[in-house]
């Protein structure tokens, strides 16, 4: 066939660029279409939630919130209790946690009754650390027990919600120190990775509850106020990854942790305390003024001459 065929649809320039342009475009919008209607059509299953899956994994480890004192208390539901915290260990068991809808995990926990599960959540169990590791003054006894009943509840008990304590009701009974609870996370938690988010989780929620202006007013006070202050700033905030050595942290009276890093100029060191290294948060997390920080570094650096 060397030449066109006498009914040939295109016999002008005119129609030869339309059938050119209406070649390029169909497929495009075609293809278009397509992709429109793959991403509307509703998905089910593990994966396929993109979005929350995306922010999931971009979301930073550590996040220092602060918070107004006297705002009223908007209390956690069990639901948001168990994902902020104890999802960390009980989504999928980590550590021998009873995991997440696993009936046969909880049914003999059930049974113990809920004052019983109550009683270890805030007060600690085994590899389980009171509170999750959290702070009382974050997390509360009613917002623990949703939690409880919302993993209870889960795996076939029927308790009912707890009751939500008065306004200005003291937060806890069972309070333990966020420190303690957080190195019984980081002694006990199984694999590397549920392990170090159990350490962030742990280290972010009692960060969570540092008051933020707690420390002495005046940069330029004396030294023995100094001392003092770098003591406060510590038990404040460093200490909720320094006296355990969460993530990572030379940890509080650990001289060899320490000497590797006192190899550096002090200056080098007040640098990464005041400016953030690593996992080090930027002053610890805290807007302690720059004398405090450099006081709380002089008290950990004291601890281990
Ligand atoms: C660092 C890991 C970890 C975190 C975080 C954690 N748990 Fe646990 N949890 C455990 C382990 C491990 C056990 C099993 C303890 C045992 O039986 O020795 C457990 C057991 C429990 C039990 C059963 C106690 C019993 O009487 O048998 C309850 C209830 C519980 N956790 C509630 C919570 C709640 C509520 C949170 C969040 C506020 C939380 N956990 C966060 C590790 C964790
Ligand atoms: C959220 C946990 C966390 C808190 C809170 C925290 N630190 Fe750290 N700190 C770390 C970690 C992790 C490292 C090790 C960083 C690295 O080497 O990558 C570290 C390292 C340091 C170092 C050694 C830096 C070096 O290598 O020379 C100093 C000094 C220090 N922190 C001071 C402080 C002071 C002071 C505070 C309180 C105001 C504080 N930290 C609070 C986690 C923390």
């Not at 209607?37 to 509703?42: A, K, L, Q, R």
């Not at 590797?260 to 003024?289: C, E």
Request: charged content about 15%.
């Amino acid at each position: 066939m060397s030449e066109a065929p006498h009914g040939a649809p295109i016999k002008t320039p005119g129609q030869l660029i339309a059938a050119v342009i209406a070649g390029f475009s169909i497929p495009v919008a075609i293809i278009i279409l397509l992709a429109v209607y793959v991403n509307n059509s509703t998905r089910t299953g593990a994966g396929t939630d993109l979005e929350a899956s995306v922010k999931e994994r971009i979301a930073p480890v550590a996040q220092v919130d602060i918070r107004d004192a006297n705002a009223p208390r908007v209390y956690k539901t069990g639901e948001e209790v168990f994902k902020a915290v104890c999802s960390a260990c009980h989504a999928t068991g980590t550590a021998g946690a009873p995991k997440f809808g696993d009936a046969s995990a909880w049914a003999p926990r059930i049974s113990e009754g809920y004052d019983t599960l109550l009683y270890n959540a805030l007060n600690g169990k085994g590899a389980m650390p009171a509170r999750g590791g959290t702070n009382p003054d974050d997390y509360s006894d009613f917002e623990i027990a949703r939690a409880v009943v919302y993993m209870a509840n889960d795996a076939g008990a029927k308790f009912a919600e707890p009751a939500q304590p008065a306004p200005g009701a003291t937060a806890s009974a069972g309070a333990s120190a966020p420190a303690a609870g957080a190195s019984g996370a980081a002694a006990t938690a199984g694999g590397a990775s549920s392990n170090e988010n159990a350490q962030a989780a742990a280290a972010v929620a009692a960060l969570a509850s540092v008051p933020q202006a707690a420390s002495a007013p005046a940069a330029g006070a004396q030294s023995a106020d100094a001392a003092q202050a770098g003591k406060a700033l510590y038990e404040q905030v460093c200490q909720a990854c320094h006296a355990a050595g969460m993530l990572g942290a030379p940890k509080f009276g650990d001289k060899a942790a320490w000497a590797l890093r006192l190899k550096d100029s002090m200056d080098t060191v007040y640098n990464y305390a005041l400016h953030g290294k690593g996992a080090m948060p930027l002053k610890g997390g805290s807007n302690a003024p720059d004398a405090d920080v450099k006081a709380a570094v002089d008290y950990m650096v004291n601890a281990v001459k």
